[in-house]
């Protein structure tokens, strides 16, 4: 081997090793900038707010109706009166998550703005109908980058068949803490109410009995073989046993992640 090709070789396996450490460096990072996601914003926060944090990122969830079909639409708070609202722009390449009925409601993280037509447009490469946004220019707008579709309990309990395999964000109030991996999420009402089983995969800890958060995850029918071959759950045979007898081939929610839910100083929410 000559001195030339022993040098190559020695800057190709530096630049291999280099290339992996920024690899792993990359990894790491994305991975601490997830885990600092501590929970989401209300809509009024955002709508009612004098002076917007431009490239602030944010989460917030809500009902959905289109301004601009696939474009664009306007969340408002979920409630039983009407609520804030804020205009969402969708800049995340991806289309909106189907409704599996009649209404959409939706989780969005994404940055927040203030709405300039002809500056969103150049910056973003989009044609956006003028007239549609009338009413929203110089409006807090937020630009989405991910969305996710965001049922009550009560909807994935009536028909979880509509939401299995698909990625869903959950609120209510922890119930019962079953074990180290699963706990029960109950509607956040004052009376009666739907219970769904979380089980916590992610070695996150789990949050304290009647805290209010948000779960994301994955929607599966509990199957005992497939949860044991899928899953590293190091959960006791009495917990198990029990898990299996209430939930078997009912729906549960894998998490992805868990944070506490914005609080929501009205009366009614």
């Given at each position: ?71 664009s639409f306007v ?94 964000a959950v609120e ?80 549960v929610l894998v ?15």
């Amino acid at each position: 081997m000559s001195r030339y090709q022993m040098k190559f070789n020695s800057l190709g396996i530096g630049a291999l090793l280099l290339s992996l450490a920024t690899i792993g460096t990359t990894l790491e990072t994305s991975q601490l900038r997830a885990q600092e996601v501590e929970g989401n914003t209300n809509i009024e926060e955002i709508s009612e707010s004098e002076d917007v944090t431009v490239g602030e990122e944010v989460t917030v969830r809500g009902e959905v109706e289109e301004v601009e079909p696939g474009v664009s639409f306007v969340m408002e708070e979920e409630g039983f009166l009407e609520g804030d609202r804020v205009l969402v722009i969708n800049v995340s390449g991806e289309e909106l998550p189907i409704a599996p009925s009649d209404d959409l409601e939706l989780q969005v993280t994404g940055e927040t703005g203030m709405l300039v037509l002809a500056d969103v447009e150049s910056e973003y490469g989009l044609d956006l109908d003028p007239e549609l946004y009338v009413d929203y220019e110089n409006q807090p707008v937020i630009f989405a980058q991910s969305m996710v579709l965001s049922p009550g309990l009560e909807d994935i309990s009536e028909d979880p068949t509509l939401y299995y395999a698909q990625e869903v964000a959950v609120e209510g109030e922890v119930d019962e803490i079953r074990s180290d991996y699963t706990f029960t999420l109950k509607e956040d009402q004052l009376i009666g109410g739907d219970d769904l089983l979380i089980i916590n995969a992610t070695g996150e800890p789990i949050p304290t009995e009647d805290e209010k958060v948000v779960v994301t995850g994955t929607v599966r029918p509990y199957i005992k073989a497939e949860f044991e071959r899928d899953y590293d759950l190091t959960w006791d045979l009495d917990i198990q046993e029990e898990i299996e007898a209430e939930y078997s081939e009912k729906p549960v929610l894998v998490v992805d992640s868990i944070y506490t839910s914005a609080e929501d100083d009205g009366l009614l929410e």
